[in-house]
């Protein structure tokens, strides 16, 4: 697993997510185990962001101002930001996180579906997840453990 990479290489066309689900989970296999989760529940693999250590740190911060995948993770982490910043900074969390090596994982909710959300709630803490936020289009939520 690469460092700011997602999944595979390939990039989904089109605009990004309207809602997603971001958390924090300590260990690679246990990262690896909830991806592999996610995708039989019908997630795209390859729409599972994964940032880890000093590059994946420096994507969340938004120092990497290139299109596609970067363009994207910039753009996600600046709504989760602006969502969120009448609380305690959650993105200096996840980027605190990423450069301490722990792996942040965002995934796109296809739709505002409370199944969707719950699934990818639920697995992210099955896998030792935590600091699991949900960003909308015009919201967010920290989700409770």
């Known amino acids: 697993m690469a460092d700011a990479t997602p999944q595979t290489s390939d990039e989904a066309p089109g605009r990004s997510p309207d809602n997603f689900i971001v958390g924090v989970i300590h260990e690679r296999p246990h990262v690896e185990s909830a ?3 996610l995708h039989s529940l019908g997630f795209p ?3 599972i962001l994964v940032l880890h250590g ?3 740190a420096d994507a969340i911060r938004g120092r990497d101002q290139e299109p596609g995948f970067t363009g994207f993770l910039r753009r996600s982490w600046i709504r989760l930001s602006e969502f969120l910043s009448d ?3 959650p993105v200096q969390r996840h ?3 990423a450069a301490q090596g722990n792996y942040v994982i965002l995934v796109p909710l296809p739709d505002t579906n409370l ?3 719950n699934q990818v709630h639920q697995v ?3 896998h030792g997840g935590y600091d699991i936020v949900l960003v909308g289009l015009n919201s967010s939520e920290q989700l409770t453990a």
């Open 35 to 37: 991806v592999n989760e």
């Open 45 to 47: 693999e390859d729409s």
């Open 54 to 56: 000093k590059s994946g």
């Open 87 to 89: 609380q305690l900074d």
């Open 95 to 97: 980027i605190e996180a």
């Open 115 to 117: 199944e969707s959300r």
């Open 124 to 126: 992210l803490k099955s």
